[in-house]
């Protein structure tokens, strides 16, 4: 699992946001990706899923089962490739229970064609316990419900994302807004499911500890390029990320 | 009793128009101001098809239904993926074509002077006009079914969704794009159908039929209704059409002098009813309603003790 990006750029008008010349992820099970506000890390993982269009540069992922050029890919393309994103800003379906949109992320698209109107059961008992076991694990308030409070909301993307078992994973903030107890068993699941083997996964965080603790690997955005990737120990220690990012 | 066995077709159809608009409109989001002009291409394709060509009655409504199809796989292939405003002016602006291209093809059309005549099938029954409105009820009550089991499906949970938060769905590997048009193409041809059901009923065809207040009655049949409820379509025609044209205009004795005012007094109750429901209840009267939950829901014991609570 490899996914690179070279020589990637995005400016909106002048003003250059990232400009990167090589970067890979995936290579490492659990990797960070740290920097400043502003540094650029949302638009990167933007441009990666391709939601965004990149100004210049090639994205490349590399999925084992061969390599495949992500420039001329639809997002929704690149999500069937195996590379999905969670969202830093609230998204969800409105109208969907907690279980419905679990429910949707599981099912492949082949299987929501015109025919299914026609289906006698709408979802396998497959899919209706691997959506129970996982909404059991957490404490919603109404497990058969809607999700309520934002922390529920943000919850369910995640939860929404692992279940469509991508093999690559991005996480733009995942646990932000969501209370201590729940990050830590939502990272938990997370590490699990990179430790099978599963799912490789990249975080953006703010929060530091979390990120020291969980991740293999850190990659240091600021100013729109990577200036250091290394362990968690190397990136703690090293001066320009201190300078830039901690303000030691 | 004539004239009641054609009111009732007629508002059949305007039930499986506004059937279908909630099937674009309230569950996938697609706002069609278009709805007369899909419809009007059934209802006038069927008719050339029939007097100019003798195609028999069934083929020529298969054959422009197919056409109503293929004008809304064009149209959704140009404008789909853009904002709700630019779908919206672009299928009122289709069927504004449509209805004028009815009056300039005059070679094949009639134009304003019309074309006609196309009749029931099987003209040598005394009672073909309630054989004829049998099968019209069933084929809308075909499409109410086919539309509580579309809301029950994968498909419709998908379409939601897109509805819901389209980038959202593309990022967890839905086409959204083509779904929503393969629905938009699937409904609008249908549309074509009831246009062509609706040939026989009118007889003469006449360019006035493709006004656009058809499209403006289903969709205030449609609010009124509940655009998200399967009920909605048919409790919002019952309420508007049914209660304003049929009982009220042929039941209620209202003196000649008066009578002139209905129209105008219809228009002037739709309009207070409209701006009632949207300001006291957006939903419509009878709300939204969700797909059917599965019975056996509760197959671990934590599920079953939150159902037993509830």
């Given at each position: 699992m ?23 992820f ?11 506000n ?5 638009t ?8 965004i ?24 393309e690149v ?11 609230i ?13 949707l992320?599981?099912?492949p ?5 015109f025919?299914s109107?026609?289906?006698g059961e709408?979802?396998s008992?497959?899919?209706e316990e691997?959506?129970?076991r ?5 404490p919603?308030?109404d ?7 934002g922390?529920?909301?943000k ?5 929404r994302?692992?279940i469509a078992?991508?093999?690559l994973?991005?996480?733009d ?25 599963k ?9 530091l ?10 990659h240091f955005?600021?100013?729109g ?5 290394g362990e968690p120990e190397?990136?703690k ?9 901690m303000?030691? | 009793?004539d004239f ?9 159809v ?6 279908l608009l909630h ?12 709805v007369?002009?899909?419809w ?8 050339v098809?029939y007097?100019?060509?003798?195609v028999p ?6 054959g422009?239904?197919v056409?109503?199809g ?11 993926q ?10 009122l ?26 009749g ?5 029954l005394?009672?073909?006009n309630l ?11 075909l ?5 509580a089991?579309l ?23 839905k086409?959204?794009a ?20 609706s040939?026989?009923?009118?007889q003469f ?12 009655a289903?969709?205030i ?19 508007t059409?049914g ?8 039941y209620v004795p209202v ?9 105008n007094?219809?228009l ?12 006291f209840?957006?939903v419509?009267?009878l709300g ?14 934590l ?8």
């Open positions: 490899k996914l690179q990006a070279q020589n990637l750029t995005k400016a909106y008008h002048a003003h250059e946001v990232v400009n990167i010349e090589k970067v890979t995936g290579a490492k099970g659990l990797e960070g990706l740290i920097g400043p502003g540094a650029g890390k949302s990167l993982m933007g441009l990666l899923t391709r939601r269009a990149p100004t210049s540069g090639d994205i490349t992922l590399d999925t084992g089962d061969g390599v495949n050029k992500l420039n001329p890919l639809k997002s929704h999500a069937r490739i195996g590379l999905i994103k969670t969202n830093q800003r998204q969800g379906f409105d109208s969907l229970t907690i279980r419905d949109s679990l429910r992320a599981v099912t698209p082949k299987k929501e064609g025919m109107i026609f289906a709408r979802d008992e497959e899919v691997r959506v129970s996982l909404i059991e694990a957490f919603f308030t497990r058969n419900g809607y999700a309520r409070s922390g529920e909301k919850l369910v993307d995640i939860l994302c692992l078992e991508p093999k994973l991005l996480m903030e995942p646990t932000a807004g969501l209370p201590e107890d729940i990050t830590r068993s939502d990272m938990d699941m997370v590490r699990k499911k990179v430790a099978s083997g799912m490789r996964v990249v975080v953006v965080a703010h929060d500890p979390l990120i020291w603790e969980y991740c293999d690997y850190v955005l600021s100013e390029s990577i200036l250091f990737e190397e990136v220690s090293n001066r320009v990320v201190a300078e830039k990012y303000g030691v | 009793m009641l066995i054609f009111s009732l077709s007629l508002m059949f305007y039930v499986g128009l506004a059937q099937i674009q409109f309230g569950m996938t989001g697609i706002p069609n101001f278009g007369v002009g899909f009007g291409l059934g209802l006038y394709g069927t008719g098809l007097v100019e060509f003798d009655l069934l083929i020529a409504i298969i422009s239904s056409v109503s293929l004008v809304a796989f064009g149209l959704a292939s140009l404008v789909l853009k904002s709700g405003q630019a779908i919206l002016a672009a299928t602006a289709l069927s504004a074509i449509i209805s004028t291209l009815m009056i300039t093809e005059k070679d094949l059309t009639g134009g304003v002077q019309g074309l006609g005549m196309i029931y099938p099987f003209p040598e005394e009672n073909r054989l004829f409105f049998g099968f019209l009820c069933a084929f809308v009550l499409l109410i079914w086919g539309s089991k809301r029950d499906s994968r498909l419709g949970r998908n379409l939601v969704a897109i509805r819901d938060n389209e980038e959202l769905a593309a990022s967890l590997g086409d959204t083509s779904t929503k048009r393969m629905t938009f193409v699937v409904t609008c041809g249908l549309m074509g159908v009831l246009g062509g059901l040939a026989p009923l009118h065809l006449v360019p006035y039929l493709l006004a656009p207040s058809l499209t403006f289903v969709w049949a449609l609010v009124l209704g509940g655009k998200g409820h399967n009920l909605g379509a048919i409790v919002g025609v019952f309420a059409f209660l304003f044209d049929i009982i009220v205009e042929t003196p000649a002098e008066q009578a002139i005012l209905l129209p007094f219809k002037f109750c739709y309009g207070v009813l409209l701006v009632m429901i949207i300001m209840r957006p419509g009267l939204e309603d969700r797909p059917k939950e599965r019975k056996k829901e509760a197959s671990t014991p599920a079953n003790a939150t159902l037993k609570e509830g």
